[in-house]
């Protein structure tokens, strides 16, 4: 772990650090009330899910505010065209996760526990597990969660911090959080925060 905390120092005091501080509060400018932001988000991180963050980022961008009214024949002519692995299912999943976006709404307005609100999105947004669901909450302002890929998995594997896991149950996932959290601590870093500089050490880029 002492091997990382340095890198992590060492990327603190670099230009990378005001790289991502300028992403982070990006994230804290999205209105959490505003129905359009949220769904943006919460689509792009059902999009990203065994796709890429950069492919996700191109159809947000291309869809915008149609996230909210597309139907789904649409929708997954869109994903089609813009060049999704799995078009047919995650427009079925956005369709059917704006089915509970006034649910989610009422959740992120009454509740404060982060790890409480990722539960509940876990459990009623198909399509969403919990790296999807701590992605977008981190990309709407929240801190205090990992998110948790392929990519950070295989650095700490390599760093000697966990062992990889066979799958990814909640269990697992916890359990390497405890450990980014051990991180997150002692660079002062939080979280959401943390996953960027953890990103930029394993591909060399700051993404989303």
């Known amino acids: 772990m002492k091997s990382i905390i340095n890198k992590i120092t060492s990327l603190k005091e670099s230009s990378i650090a005001d790289i991502i501080k300028g992403r982070v509060e990006s ?14 988000e919460l689509c ?23 996230f909210l009214n597309i139907s789904e024949d649409e929708l997954k002519l869109e994903l089609k065209k813009l060049g999704h692995r799995f078009p047919n299912a995650r ?26 609100i990722r ?3 876990v459990k009623n947004i198909k399509g969403i597990g919990y790296k999807e669901a701590s992605h977008f909450l981190r990309n709407i302002g929240f801190e205090n969660l990992a998110i948790i890929d392929f990519h950070i998995i295989n650095l700490l594997v390599r760093e ?8 990814m149950t909640r269990k697992a996932y916890l359990k390497i959080e405890d450990e980014l959290r051990k991180i ?6 939080p979280l959401g925060e943390l996953d960027l500089y953890l990103w930029y050490i394993e591909t060399g880029t700051v993404m989303k």
């Open 160 to 167: 000697g911090i966990v062992e990889k896991p066979k799958t």
């Open 44 to 66: 792009f991180c059902i999009l990203t899910a065994n796709f890429s963050a950069k492919g996700g980022i191109k159809i947000q961008n291309a869809l915008k505010n149609r």
């Open 91 to 116: 427009a079925k999943y956005i369709v059917l996760a704006r089915e509970k976006l006034s649910m989610l709404m009422k959740v992120l307005r009454e509740e404060d526990d982060e790890n409480k």
């Open 119 to 121: 539960e509940w999105i």
């Open 27 to 40: 994230f804290k400018q999205v209105n959490k009330n505003s129905e359009e932001d949220v769904f943006s």
């Open 184 to 189: 997150s601590q002692q660079t002062q870093i």
